[in-house]
């Protein structure tokens, strides 16, 4: 069976400063992992995907994420936030059969000016 | 660029009611997810639909029902309504016939649905 953890349900940054979102995975099978983002009302949008392919993937609006097999780690990072990425972020393992999305709990990030 | 059309946004109905939630994909996509998102919970894997025939099946209770048409739109039909069924409930859409999509699902805005 797969499943998802989120490592912390908030988390607050000042504007400007690193954001590290946690996310760790498990799986029997190689995985596809996912980022998405959801703001208040609104449906989840898409932030970055993870394939098989390289392991550190880029994302929109400057949004990154590595896997890393040896940790069954997916964390998603960001250089500098911005007041509107505040937000609520779901990681995201996908079933290799049918594709059905199995999440993680969330992470409500908070931006500070 | 079109995306996933969900209708109604919002959809009020009272216990033991019955609702139907629909679901248009994204041009071309053949595969629908559904999803039910309880107040501060994480969505949770209903159903899907790939060529109109279920692909797989999630905590979907008995009194729910979804299929996919010809057109490919989705229908969510929920009967006997409770007040724990008051979620917003999504859709997506995928083309899993393109080798390399890694089923990349794209939500629509979802449907929130009260029940009273």
Known sequence: ???????????????????????????SVPPYLF???????????????????????KGINDFEAEFKKSETSFHLTKPSAHMSD????????????????????GTTLQVKP | AAGVIQSPRHLIKEKRETATLKCYPIPRHDTVYWYQQGPGQDPQFLISFYEKMQSDKGSI?????????????????????????SALYFCASSFAGLEGA???????????????
Request: net charge negative; with cysteine; aromatic share 12%.
């Open chain 2, 61 to 85: 209770p008995d009194r729910f029902s979804a299929q996919q048409f010809s057109d490919y739109h989705s229908e969510l039909n929920m009967s006997s309504l409770e007040l724990g069924d």
């Open chain 1, 86 to 105: 505040a937000a609520e972020y779901f990681c995201a393992v996908s079933s290799s059969n049918t594709g059905k999305l199995i999440f993680g709990q």
């Open chain 1, 35 to 57: 980022w998405y983002v959801q703001y208040p009302n609104q449906g989840l949008q898409l932030l970055l995907k993870y394939t098989s392919a390289a392991t550190l993937v």
């Open chain 2, 102 to 116: 890694a089923y990349e699902q794209y939500f629509g805005p979802g449907t929130r649905l009260t029940v009273t």
């Open chain 1, 1 to 27: 069976a797969q499943s998802v953890t989120q490592l912390g349900s908030h988390v607050s940054v000042s504007e400007g400063a690193l954001v590290l979102l946690r996310c760790n995975y498990s799986s």
